[in-house]
């Protein structure tokens, strides 16, 4: 017996299985998209959920901000990435003229199919519940079918067991499965990150992370409140994490207590617990990460955090964020196996690649052609490497951002960047270091769109990046969207996390203001950019420019003449990065900084 509906009457999807509309199956047990014949239709998982939750809002104007505050929850992302959804689901149903999900001028998006349940179905697991399920660590693995693809013969692993699942726990996990497949690009070439055969292979449960209150031997009540913001600033960012599962220390100790058989006292994968002390000049954290079964620590840490002149809340989301973004690190590279010790890890490797990335900081041309050196011989040693190849693709994709290259040189350098970011991707496509290197050749490329799709999928694993939010940051300046940008770069600021990477969002922060013509403020941002790094040369000439129009000519001059200093024979005309993809806003706003380079003293060709 099926069910239609129509009009404004919204679906509830909690007890179905399958969804009829148009000549569309939308199977949630198996999170396919399917025609009616039977046939596969491909489509990413964002997409997916998107389409499922038009279909269960049909016959109603379901609002941009509405989807946004849904799919990207605390990500300050553009609406690129909400428009690249779209187009991948109206591609998916063959909707080239928008008769099924339509565009309501001023509004947002209207379904319009006729959309069918089925009355008695087997039940399903609906998402909501989903953070809340504690699954004992002795089932790690599962089996699930997911859509036939383009992997080649051989490599999808198949399970010797048969899975003991429920129907349920086998549909979160088929879920699982397909979040963790995605089309990626680089450059002309398309890359797909490996799909797999139809058939049952092996997928690997989410950890469920037991977060415990943040405690503190202080007893200032203003102490104490700051653990507690802590605490839930950082169980809000763990919990916006897509492939492990939070669980309150309540929740675990109710179920526990259900499971007379059980001799753990914690049904969680790892549990984490943090001490927070108020020091003079800031604040210290000590953080560390249990193994529930074994009792190891998985990752221990003391941070430091300085408090300066911010407020309370800032240096809650500071203290979260310098928690938050080395731990989410740190379970991204457990479930990659990337950690070292671990198959296919290397700890000398690994070092080479924290050495590199120090040089960040104070970055010069030699430190840059040192961390280079440093990297290729980590490679020669360790030529399968994965956090070498992400870590050299990425540092020559910023030599070829900072000019640091010749000419004759940066073809071939971005080549070689593009050959193994193909590699990489393929290996580890869910590996956050990877994703910040995609991330960056997409940047350096000019594929700005596409910049902002990859960077949100990168905050989807750790929402603390600031790197992947300066890229979001500086897509959006390239496309025009300066207040955007500005928005992003001041997030970076506020998280502060990695601080090897401080100075470019706060350049970034500078840049956008230039371009918005607020010179005061870009100035701020700019100068403490400077004060960390040196050798860019970049931030001389846009503070040349906001020097030049606050009046202050002579400052303008000395900044145009460090900035030669740095990047000899740098003219008007060559100043600026590629222009390919960038919008006509962004255009006209470097025209006028061109001028005013030149009214400052910069040569003109």
Not at 218 to 223: A, C, H, K, L, Y
Not at 570 to 591: C, D, F, K, M, Q
């Amino acid at each position: 017996m099926a069910r239609p509906f129509h009009g404004r009457e919204r679906v509830d999807f909690a007890g179905t299985s399958v969804i009829f509309f148009a000549d569309f199956i939308i199977d949630l047990q198996r999170a396919e998209l399917r025609r009616s014949d039977g046939d596969v239709i491909k489509i990413r998982p964002k997409p997916f959920d998107m389409l499922v939750f038009f279909a269960g809002n049909a016959g109603r104007v379901v609002t941009k901000q509405e989807l946004m505050e849904r799919f990207w929850p605390g990500v300050h992302v553009g609406e690129d990435s909400l428009f690249q959804c779209i187009r991948e689901i109206r591609a998916a149903l063959g909707d080239g003229r928008r008769q099924i999900l339509r565009n309501i001028s001023g509004r947002g998006y209207l379904f319009e199919a006729d959309v069918t349940r089925p009355e008695n179905v087997l039940p399903v697991m609906p998402p909501a519940v989903e953070a809340e399920q504690v699954v004992p660590l002795t089932d790690e693995y599962a089996e699930v079918e997911v859509a036939e693809t383009s992997m080649p013969q051989g490599e999808a692993v198949v399970s010797e067991q048969p899975s003991r699942r429920s129907p349920e726990r086998r549909w979160r996990m088929a879920g699982a499965a397909v979040a963790a497949i995605c089309i990626v690009a680089i450059g002309g070439l398309a890359v797909a990150v490996p799909f797999f055969n139809r058939g049952m292979v092996l997928v690997r449960s989410r950890p469920a992370i037991a977060l415990l209150p943040v405690v503190t031997t202080n007893g200032d009540p203003d102490v104490r409140a700051m653990a507690v913001g802590v605490t839930d600033r950082l169980g809000a960012g763990l919990a916006r994490i897509e492939n492990i599962r939070v669980v309150t220390p309540e929740q675990v100790t109710a179920r526990a207590s259900l499971d007379p058989v059980s001799s753990r006292p914690l049904l969680a994968d790892y549990v984490v617990n943090a001490e927070l002390q108020k020091e003079e000049r800031g604040w210290l954290v000590r953080a560390r990460m249990i193994d529930s079964a074994s009792g190891e620590i998985a990752w221990t840490s003391d941070i430091n955090v300085a408090s300066g002149d911010a407020d309370a809340g800032l240096q809650q989301s500071r203290l979260a964020a310098a928690v938050g973004h080395p731990l989410a690190l740190r379970i991204n590279a457990i479930l990659n196996d990337a950690v070292p010790g671990v198959k296919g890890a290397s700890g000398s490797a690994k070092v080479a690649v924290e050495q590199a990335t120090a040089s960040i900081v104070q970055t010069s041309r030699e430190r840059f052609r040192a961390a280079q050196v440093m990297l290729e011989k980590a490679l020669a040693d360790n030529p399968n490497d994965v956090d070498v190849q992400a870590a050299l693709a990425a540092l020559q994709l910023r030599g070829i951002q900072m000019v640091w290259y010749e000419p004759h040189e940066r073809e071939s350098v971005r080549q070689n960047a593009q050959a193994m970011m193909e590699r990489v991707l393929r290996a580890k496509p869910t590996y956050v270091p990877v994703l910040e290197s995609y991330c960056r050749l997409l940047s350096a490329t000019n594929r700005f769109v596409d910049s902002l799709v990859a960077c949100a999928r990168t905050l989807s694993f750790d929402p603390w990046n600031g790197l992947a939010i300066y890229h979001i940051g500086l897509g959006q300046t390239f496309l025009g969207r300066f207040e955007d940008a500005l928005t992003n770069f001041k997030l970076a600021d506020q998280y502060d996390t990695p601080t090897v990477s401080r100075w470019t969002w706060l350049l970034g922060a500078g840049f956008s203001l230039v371009c918005l013509e607020r010179d005061e403020e870009a100035v701020r941002w700019l100068e403490r950019s400077l004060a960390v790094t040196q050798g860019s040369g970049r931030t001389h000439f846009m503070l040349a420019v906001a020097y030049q129009r606050l009046g202050r000519h002579a400052d303008a001059q000395a900044m145009i003449a460090r900035g030669l200093a740095l990047r000899p024979g740098a003219t008007a005309e060559n100043i600026g990065p590629p222009t390919e993809n960038t919008s006509p806003v962004y255009l006209e706003a470097e025209a006028r900084v061109r001028k005013v380079l030149v009214e400052a003293g910069l040569p003109r060709r």
